[in-house]
């Protein structure tokens, strides 16, 4: 059962990505470009995003236990440090080169553009670099 409606929730989130235009990533690098074809489309879609996060985290914490788990597995760090920075300026810089972010990559792939497909190959190929990196004990103390 909890497999399913992980599948219904990517359903509804890719439909959501495809209806909202956010699989065209010309929509999103328009949104970055605040002197020439400004389209403030993706802060709309962002918008209702964190409406619909704020009602259902709100419906959420009400109960006692998630639905298939026996509790939430609430993240326990909360500090600001350089990785969490600098995987967010390395997000950031690569949604704004590609018009991708992974999330809206996945549903992209039934365009059949091989750019969606090379995107998620190399966002792929980062993250097992950067656990093969992680798991160098020369390194792992850094």
């Given at each position: ?54 009602i259902g985290y709100r419906l959420v ?82």
């Amino acid at each position: 059962m909890k497999h399913l409606f992980a599948l219904l929730t990517g359903l509804a989130f890719g439909t959501g990505i495809a209806l909202s235009g956010m699989m065209d990533p010309a929509k999103v690098l328009n949104f970055f470009d605040l002197a020439g074809t400004w389209d403030p489309s993706l802060a709309f879609v962002m918008g209702g995003a964190l409406i619909v996060t704020f009602i259902g985290y709100r419906l959420v914490w009400r109960r006692a236990a998630p639905l298939f788990e026996a509790r939430f597995q609430i993240p326990s760090a909360s500090n600001i440090d350089a990785r969490l920075i600098g995987g967010s300026a390395l997000f950031g810089v690569g949604w704004g080169i590609a018009g991708f972010c992974p999330g809206a990559a996945i549903p992209a792939l039934g365009t059949g553009r091989w750019e969606v497909a090379l995107f998620l190959v190399s966002v792929t190929a980062g993250f097992y670099l950067r656990r093969l990196w992680r798991a160098d004990p020369a390194k792992a103390a850094s």
